[in-house]
Protein backbone atom coordinates (compact mmCIF):
# COMPACT_ATOMS: atom_id res chain seq x y z
CA UNK A 1 0.00 0.00 0.00
CA UNK A 2 1.53 3.50 -0.93
CA UNK A 3 2.07 6.13 1.03
CA UNK A 4 -0.84 7.94 -0.61
CA UNK A 5 -3.42 5.16 -0.37
CA UNK A 6 -2.53 4.98 3.29
CA UNK A 7 -3.93 8.38 3.88
CA UNK A 8 -7.01 8.03 1.62
CA UNK A 9 -7.83 5.32 3.73
CA UNK A 10 -7.16 6.77 7.00
CA UNK A 11 -9.17 9.77 6.14
CA UNK A 12 -12.10 7.50 5.15
CA UNK A 13 -11.58 5.76 8.09
CA UNK A 14 -11.86 8.95 10.35
CA UNK A 15 -14.56 10.21 8.51
CA UNK A 16 -16.54 6.82 9.45
CA UNK A 17 -15.19 6.85 12.73
CA UNK A 18 -16.67 10.36 13.60
CA UNK A 19 -19.98 9.80 12.21
CA UNK A 20 -20.20 6.81 14.57
CA UNK A 21 -18.84 8.64 17.29
CA UNK A 22 -21.65 11.34 16.96
CA UNK A 23 -24.72 9.41 16.00
CA UNK A 24 -24.65 5.91 17.94
CA UNK A 25 -26.29 8.08 21.03
CA UNK A 26 -28.36 9.78 19.25
CA UNK A 27 -30.24 5.72 17.51
CA UNK A 28 -31.99 3.48 19.79
CA UNK A 29 -33.25 0.37 19.31
CA UNK A 30 -36.88 0.44 19.16
CA UNK A 31 -39.23 -2.86 21.20
CA UNK A 32 -42.73 -1.83 20.14
CA UNK A 33 -45.79 -3.46 21.22
CA UNK A 34 -49.98 -2.79 21.52
CA UNK A 35 -51.62 -2.71 24.96
CA UNK A 36 -54.76 -5.79 24.60
CA UNK A 37 -56.75 -7.16 27.33
CA UNK A 38 -54.45 -10.15 28.32
CA UNK A 39 -51.42 -7.75 28.73
CA UNK A 40 -48.80 -6.41 26.21
CA UNK A 41 -48.19 -8.14 23.28
CA UNK A 42 -45.08 -7.51 21.04
CA UNK A 43 -45.20 -6.11 17.33
CA UNK A 44 -42.15 -5.73 16.14
CA UNK A 45 -38.46 -3.98 16.49
CA UNK A 46 -36.63 -1.67 14.30
CA UNK A 47 -34.52 1.82 15.27
CA UNK A 48 -35.03 5.34 15.42
CA UNK A 49 -33.16 8.48 15.32
CA UNK A 50 -33.18 11.24 18.59
CA UNK A 51 -34.11 14.37 16.67
CA UNK A 52 -34.61 16.82 19.34
CA UNK A 53 -33.86 17.00 23.16
CA UNK A 54 -37.05 16.76 24.74
CA UNK A 55 -37.45 13.02 23.72
CA UNK A 56 -39.00 13.28 20.17
CA UNK A 57 -37.81 10.06 17.94
CA UNK A 58 -37.90 9.69 14.05
CA UNK A 59 -38.15 6.50 12.86
CA UNK A 60 -40.10 3.90 9.77
CA UNK A 61 -43.63 3.67 10.30
CA UNK A 62 -43.74 -0.35 9.29
CA UNK A 63 -41.02 -0.08 12.50
CA UNK A 64 -44.41 1.09 14.70
CA UNK A 65 -47.08 -0.60 12.37
CA UNK A 66 -49.96 -2.05 15.06
CA UNK A 67 -48.41 -0.65 18.14
CA UNK A 68 -49.18 1.86 20.42
CA UNK A 69 -46.33 1.71 22.90
CA UNK A 70 -43.17 0.41 23.33
CA UNK A 71 -39.60 0.37 24.65
CA UNK A 72 -36.32 2.65 23.27
CA UNK A 73 -32.96 1.29 24.11
CA UNK A 74 -30.20 3.82 24.27
CA UNK A 75 -26.59 3.28 23.55
CA UNK A 76 -25.28 3.48 27.01
CA UNK A 77 -27.92 0.78 28.19
CA UNK A 78 -31.07 3.17 29.73
CA UNK A 79 -34.28 2.20 28.44
CA UNK A 80 -36.98 4.31 28.06
CA UNK A 81 -41.02 3.64 27.36
CA UNK A 82 -42.06 5.34 24.47
CA UNK A 83 -45.64 6.36 22.71
CA UNK A 84 -46.25 6.51 19.32
CA UNK A 85 -47.26 10.08 18.68
CA UNK A 86 -48.18 9.78 14.82
CA UNK A 87 -47.23 7.45 11.28
CA UNK A 88 -47.60 7.75 8.26
CA UNK A 89 -47.72 4.69 6.08
CA UNK A 90 -47.56 6.63 2.94
CA UNK A 91 -43.99 8.12 3.46
CA UNK A 92 -42.91 5.06 5.72
CA UNK A 93 -42.31 8.33 8.53
CA UNK A 94 -43.36 7.74 12.13
CA UNK A 95 -42.56 9.85 15.33
CA UNK A 96 -42.41 8.36 19.06
CA UNK A 97 -41.71 10.21 22.23
CA UNK A 98 -39.70 9.42 24.98
CA UNK A 99 -39.96 11.31 28.34
CA UNK A 100 -37.02 13.54 28.46
CA UNK A 101 -38.12 15.44 31.70
CA UNK A 102 -35.28 14.74 33.87
CA UNK A 103 -32.90 15.57 31.22
CA UNK A 104 -32.43 17.04 28.15
CA UNK A 105 -31.11 14.05 25.02
CA UNK A 106 -28.53 14.71 22.64
CA UNK A 107 -30.31 15.08 19.69
CA UNK A 108 -29.00 14.17 15.79
CA UNK A 109 -28.82 17.08 13.32
CA UNK A 110 -31.48 17.13 10.04
CA UNK A 111 -29.45 17.43 6.86
CA UNK A 112 -30.75 17.57 3.62
CA UNK A 113 -30.73 15.33 0.96
CA UNK A 114 -30.84 17.69 -1.81
CA UNK A 115 -27.21 18.43 -1.74
CA UNK A 116 -26.77 14.08 -1.92
CA UNK A 117 -24.47 13.45 -5.19
CA UNK A 118 -23.78 9.78 -6.64
CA UNK A 119 -21.00 8.50 -5.33
CA UNK A 120 -20.92 10.48 -2.14
CA UNK A 121 -20.02 8.35 0.75
CA UNK A 122 -22.70 7.49 3.44
CA UNK A 123 -22.86 5.78 6.80
CA UNK A 124 -26.11 3.95 7.67
CA UNK A 125 -26.49 3.83 11.65
CA UNK A 126 -28.73 1.45 13.45
CA UNK A 127 -29.41 -0.34 16.59
CA UNK A 128 -30.94 -3.80 15.49
CA UNK A 129 -32.40 -6.07 19.07
CA UNK A 130 -29.83 -7.86 20.28
CA UNK A 131 -27.03 -5.53 19.15
CA UNK A 132 -25.98 -2.31 20.95
CA UNK A 133 -25.14 -0.69 17.62
CA UNK A 134 -24.46 -1.11 14.26
CA UNK A 135 -22.10 0.90 11.42
CA UNK A 136 -21.83 0.64 7.81
CA UNK A 137 -20.46 2.95 5.11
CA UNK A 138 -20.68 2.86 1.65
CA UNK A 139 -21.76 5.27 -1.66
CA UNK A 140 -25.18 6.84 -2.58
CA UNK A 141 -25.56 4.47 -5.01
CA UNK A 142 -28.66 6.49 -6.92
CA UNK A 143 -30.70 8.89 -6.69
CA UNK A 144 -34.21 9.39 -7.77
CA UNK A 145 -35.40 6.58 -6.90
CA UNK A 146 -39.05 5.56 -5.99
CA UNK A 147 -40.62 3.25 -3.70
CA UNK A 148 -44.35 2.18 -3.64
CA UNK A 149 -45.90 2.92 0.08
CA UNK A 150 -48.88 1.40 0.85
CA UNK A 151 -51.58 1.87 3.44
CA UNK A 152 -55.64 0.13 3.26
CA UNK A 153 -56.83 1.50 0.10
CA UNK A 154 -53.97 4.28 -0.45
CA UNK A 155 -51.38 4.10 -2.32
CA UNK A 156 -48.38 6.95 -3.03
CA UNK A 157 -44.94 7.03 -4.42
CA UNK A 158 -41.89 7.63 -2.33
CA UNK A 159 -39.98 10.03 -4.36
CA UNK A 160 -35.98 10.78 -4.90
CA UNK A 161 -35.34 8.00 -1.83
CA UNK A 162 -31.97 7.44 -1.40
CA UNK A 163 -30.37 4.01 -3.26
CA UNK A 164 -26.89 2.95 -1.33
CA UNK A 165 -24.93 0.40 -0.71
CA UNK A 166 -23.89 0.51 2.63
CA UNK A 167 -25.43 -2.70 3.63
CA UNK A 168 -28.89 -2.47 6.22
CA UNK A 169 -28.87 -5.30 9.24
CA UNK A 170 -31.90 -6.55 9.75
CA UNK A 171 -33.86 -4.07 12.53
CA UNK A 172 -31.98 -1.26 10.86
CA UNK A 173 -35.34 0.48 9.80
CA UNK A 174 -35.86 3.09 11.38
CA UNK A 175 -32.43 4.34 11.57
CA UNK A 176 -29.90 6.65 9.89
CA UNK A 177 -28.55 7.42 6.58
CA UNK A 178 -25.96 10.02 7.34
CA UNK A 179 -23.27 12.20 5.66
CA UNK A 180 -19.73 12.63 6.22
CA UNK A 181 -20.77 15.49 8.29
CA UNK A 182 -22.42 13.11 10.80
CA UNK A 183 -26.15 14.69 9.74
CA UNK A 184 -29.36 12.55 9.09
CA UNK A 185 -30.00 12.76 5.50
CA UNK A 186 -32.35 9.62 5.28
CA UNK A 187 -34.14 7.12 6.90
CA UNK A 188 -33.44 3.55 6.45
CA UNK A 189 -36.41 1.44 5.53
CA UNK A 190 -35.68 -1.12 3.13
CA UNK A 191 -33.43 -3.52 1.71
CA UNK A 192 -33.47 -3.24 -2.35
CA UNK A 193 -31.42 -6.53 -2.91
CA UNK A 194 -28.02 -8.08 -2.16
CA UNK A 195 -25.89 -4.96 -1.24
CA UNK A 196 -28.21 -2.40 -1.57
CA UNK A 197 -30.42 -0.56 1.00
CA UNK A 198 -33.22 2.10 0.70
CA UNK A 199 -33.56 5.25 2.35
CA UNK A 200 -36.44 8.14 2.59
CA UNK A 201 -34.85 10.90 1.90
CA UNK A 202 -34.45 14.36 4.69
CA UNK A 203 -35.59 17.18 2.47
CA UNK A 204 -38.61 19.98 2.72
CA UNK A 205 -41.32 17.43 2.06
CA UNK A 206 -40.09 14.94 5.08
CA UNK A 207 -40.28 18.26 7.06
CA UNK A 208 -43.69 18.87 6.44
CA UNK A 209 -44.35 15.47 7.01
CA UNK A 210 -42.56 15.80 10.62
CA UNK A 211 -44.64 18.99 11.11
CA UNK A 212 -47.98 17.20 10.44
CA UNK A 213 -46.99 14.09 12.56
CA UNK A 214 -45.98 16.60 15.75
CA UNK A 215 -49.11 18.98 15.51
CA UNK A 216 -51.52 16.04 14.27
CA UNK A 217 -50.22 12.78 14.47
CA UNK A 218 -51.12 12.23 10.87
CA UNK A 219 -50.61 13.49 7.62
CA UNK A 220 -53.74 14.49 5.25
CA UNK A 221 -53.10 14.48 1.70
CA UNK A 222 -55.64 15.50 -0.96
CA UNK A 223 -57.13 12.86 -3.28
CA UNK A 224 -58.73 12.62 -7.06
CA UNK A 225 -58.72 9.08 -7.88
CA UNK A 226 -57.06 7.81 -11.06
CA UNK A 227 -54.27 5.66 -12.54
CA UNK A 228 -51.90 7.09 -14.90
CA UNK A 229 -48.05 7.51 -16.13
CA UNK A 230 -46.30 9.71 -18.23
CA UNK A 231 -47.69 9.88 -21.50
CA UNK A 232 -45.39 11.48 -24.29
CA UNK A 233 -46.61 13.55 -26.87
CA UNK A 234 -46.00 13.99 -30.48
CA UNK A 235 -43.33 16.79 -31.45
CA UNK A 236 -46.17 18.29 -33.29
CA UNK A 237 -49.09 18.31 -30.06
CA UNK A 238 -45.92 19.19 -28.54
CA UNK A 239 -44.37 21.98 -30.12
CA UNK A 240 -48.60 23.28 -30.24
CA UNK A 241 -49.41 22.60 -26.51
CA UNK A 242 -45.66 23.70 -25.21
CA UNK A 243 -46.22 20.31 -23.51
CA UNK A 244 -43.42 17.61 -23.85
CA UNK A 245 -45.60 15.33 -22.02
CA UNK A 246 -48.52 14.69 -19.44
CA UNK A 247 -50.28 12.20 -17.42
CA UNK A 248 -52.06 9.77 -19.29
CA UNK A 249 -55.26 8.49 -17.64
CA UNK A 250 -55.35 4.60 -17.56
CA UNK A 251 -58.37 4.43 -14.77
CA UNK A 252 -60.28 6.38 -13.05
CA UNK A 253 -62.06 5.51 -8.92
CA UNK A 254 -65.79 5.17 -9.69
CA UNK A 255 -67.64 7.81 -7.27
CA UNK A 256 -63.77 9.63 -6.98
CA UNK A 257 -63.37 13.26 -7.20
CA UNK A 258 -61.71 12.77 -11.01
CA UNK A 259 -65.25 11.04 -11.52
CA UNK A 260 -67.72 13.29 -10.69
CA UNK A 261 -65.41 15.75 -12.34
CA UNK A 262 -65.68 14.04 -15.68
CA UNK A 263 -62.20 12.57 -16.31
CA UNK A 264 -62.00 9.54 -18.16
CA UNK A 265 -59.88 6.68 -19.37
CA UNK A 266 -57.69 8.11 -22.39
CA UNK A 267 -57.58 11.75 -21.59
CA UNK A 268 -53.87 13.49 -20.85
CA UNK A 269 -53.82 15.84 -18.36
CA UNK A 270 -51.64 18.80 -19.23
CA UNK A 271 -51.97 20.85 -16.23
CA UNK A 272 -53.23 21.68 -13.23
CA UNK A 273 -54.08 25.37 -11.57
CA UNK A 274 -51.66 26.38 -14.26
CA UNK A 275 -48.92 23.73 -13.42
CA UNK A 276 -47.33 21.82 -15.62
CA UNK A 277 -47.72 17.88 -15.06
CA UNK A 278 -45.65 15.53 -16.41
CA UNK A 279 -46.21 12.51 -14.83
CA UNK A 280 -47.42 10.92 -11.25
CA UNK A 281 -45.06 13.07 -8.83
CA UNK A 282 -45.74 15.99 -10.26
CA UNK A 283 -49.91 16.02 -9.30
CA UNK A 284 -48.58 13.86 -5.91
CA UNK A 285 -46.90 17.55 -4.84
CA UNK A 286 -50.05 19.43 -5.53
CA UNK A 287 -52.14 17.33 -3.40
CA UNK A 288 -51.54 18.45 0.07
CA UNK A 289 -53.84 19.04 2.68
CA UNK A 290 -54.39 22.58 1.30
CA UNK A 291 -56.31 21.09 -1.61
CA UNK A 292 -58.79 19.14 -0.06
CA UNK A 293 -61.92 20.44 -1.01
CA UNK A 294 -60.37 22.99 -3.08
CA UNK A 295 -61.74 23.15 -6.82
CA UNK A 296 -58.71 22.93 -9.04
CA UNK A 297 -58.42 24.06 -12.62
CA UNK A 298 -57.66 20.54 -14.77
CA UNK A 299 -56.49 21.28 -18.86
CA UNK A 300 -56.59 17.66 -20.25
CA UNK A 301 -56.19 16.56 -23.97
CA UNK A 302 -59.11 14.51 -25.32
CA UNK A 303 -59.33 13.34 -28.73
CA UNK A 304 -57.19 15.70 -30.07
CA UNK A 305 -59.01 18.58 -28.02
CA UNK A 306 -57.83 20.93 -25.15
CA UNK A 307 -60.60 20.76 -22.67
CA UNK A 308 -61.13 22.36 -19.30
CA UNK A 309 -62.40 20.62 -16.04
CA UNK A 310 -63.09 21.79 -12.90
CA UNK A 311 -62.50 19.04 -9.86
CA UNK A 312 -62.62 19.24 -6.10
CA UNK A 313 -60.16 16.46 -4.67
CA UNK A 314 -60.93 14.57 -1.41
CA UNK A 315 -59.16 13.63 1.46
CA UNK A 316 -56.69 10.14 0.42
CA UNK A 317 -57.79 7.33 3.26
CA UNK A 318 -54.86 5.94 4.97
Same mark, same amino acid.
Given at each position: ????? =??? *?????? %? ?24 ? =? ?37 ? =?? %? ?24 ? $? ?33 ? *? ?11 ? =?????? %? ?16 ? $? ?10 ? $? ?126
Amino acid at each position: MTTTE =RAA *LDAYSQ %IVTGVAERLLPRVVQLRTGRRQATGW =RPTGSGSAVVFTPDGYLLTAAHVVDAADSGTAVFSDGAE =RR %IEIVGRDPLSDLAIAKVDASSERLDA $ATLGNADRLRVGQLVVAVGSPLGLTGTVTAGVVSA *LGRSLAARAGTGT =RVVENV %IQTDAALNPGNSGGALAD $AAGEVVGINTAV $AGIGLGLAIPIGATTRRIIAALLHDGRVRRAWLGIAGARRPLSQRVARRLGHAAGIGVEEVVPDSPAAAAGLRSGDLILDVDGHAVADAGDLQRLMLDEAIGRAMRLRILRLGEVVELRAIPGELAA
